[in-house]
């Protein structure tokens, strides 16, 4: 691949994360390099607020875009196979299963997203 496609593969990634990011009534965490944690995320997709529900479902949107930008660019293999047909509300629900049953929520939310959709929608490495 072209090093020009893989940098504007970049930046629509960074511009995905971005709009996904740009929630303000969500706080900033430390220094640490984390903008959201699993317990930040929680609250927001079990929120009874329509709005901070929408962000959850961008987020974890986001997310699953950037997934599957980096196994369908082959980076990764291929471990987590969404069907075409899932919607936000369904993932939102196996990362709100997932948090709710996880020993701590500390961990960056983009992590937790990505073990939720694995444990949820684990395929075959060798599918591509």
């Not at 709005?51 to 291929?78: E, N, S, T």
């Amino acid at each position: 691949m072209q090093i020009h496609s893989r940098l504007r593969a970049f930046a629509l990634l960074a511009a995905a994360a971005a709009v996904a990011l740009t929630a303000p009534a969500w706080s900033q965490t430390d220094s640490s390099g984390t903008f959201k944690t699993g317990d930040e995320l929680y609250e927001a997709c079990t929120s009874s607020d329509d709005a901070y529900v929408g962000q959850c479902d961008w987020y974890i949107m986001g997310v699953h875009d950037a997934i599957v930008l980096h196994q369908d660019l082959q980076w990764v293999d291929v471990v987590i196979c969404v069907p075409d047909s899932t919607e936000a509300e369904t993932l939102r629900d196996a990362v709100i299963s997932y948090l709710a049953n996880s020993e701590t929520r500390d961990f960056t939310a983009v992590s937790m997203v990505y073990n939720a959709l694995e444990a949820s929608y684990t395929c075959e490495a060798s599918k591509k």
